[in-house]
């Protein structure tokens, strides 16, 4: 009997988590679950380490720390970001908010929502996909269930995660705003932080659209486009 109570509080301590992520996601169920909607929480880079950083999925984690984003708060304490500086009045480029706004995730953010997230860790993972605890607490759950193998791809689920941020996402700081600017080309930009799952299969077809997709006002694809079309109409 001892054994069987022993157990019974083993398994409520083991469901416990798993309640009380379904009661706190927001999105978990319909009807007026939507209505009292609250907003997300941040969770930070190395929470997001925890699972993104496989043989599996590709390693994304180490992609992102390879790229200029992951660097991107310690940038603003170089000479050039300081010369930068001198020209729009900001002595300090690591402490002014008109360039912490870009250079370091959720800035100007409630701290309730963002208390994980450190400045120095630069642009993280959700600048680009948003707040992920609804997506740590769905794979959580997910994951509490049997058969589970987090070796294979999840689908997942709406109002989850952004999958595939745009080039709207990015022009919130490529844009000339910046006194560092160089014209924004996304499928250039892209191609540079670009981390795809290789267990997802895709198409030549898709592969091609990876490689070519942009925007239509990017500087430097339409000005090819017209040239293209200027040619192709001498013909």
Not at 5 to 15: D, E, T, V
Not at 180 to 198: N, S, T, V
Not at 200 to 228: F, H, I, T, W
Request: charged share 30%.
């Amino acid at each position: 009997m001892k054994f069987l109570s022993r157990l019974a509080i083993a398994g409520g301590a083991l469901l416990l988590p798993v309640l009380l992520a379904s009661v706190a996601d927001p999105l978990a169920s319909g009807g007026n679950a939507q209505k009292k909607k609250q907003p997300s929480k941040y969770v930070s880079a190395k929470l997001c380490k925890n699972c993104h950083n496989r043989k599996d999925n590709g390693h994304p984690y180490d992609t992102w720390a390879g790229t200029p984003h992951a660097s991107a708060y310690k940038i603003l304490a170089s000479d050039k970001a300081k010369e930068f500086g001198k020209k729009v009045g900001i002595a300090n480029p690591q402490k002014s908010g008109k360039c912490l706004e870009c250079h370091v995730t959720a800035y100007g953010i409630a701290k309730k929502l963002a208390k994980k997230i450190k400045p120095k860790d630069g642009v993280q993972c959700e600048t680009c996909h948003g707040p992920g605890d609804v997506h740590v607490k769905r794979r959580m759950m997910a994951a509490a269930k049997s058969g589970f193998d987090p070796a294979e791809r999840q689908k997942l689920t709406e109002g989850e995660i952004i999958t595939k941020p745009t080039a709207s996402t990015c022009l919130k700081c490529h844009n000339d705003k910046s006194p560092g600017y160089k014209p924004f080309c996304f499928k250039e930009f892209m191609a540079k932080i670009r981390h795809l799952d290789p267990r997802k299969k895709r198409s030549k077809a898709d592969m091609k659209q990876l490689v070519e997709a942009c925007y239509s006002k990017c500087p430097k694809c339409s000005k090819k486009n017209g040239e293209a079309k200027e040619a192709a109409k001498k013909k």
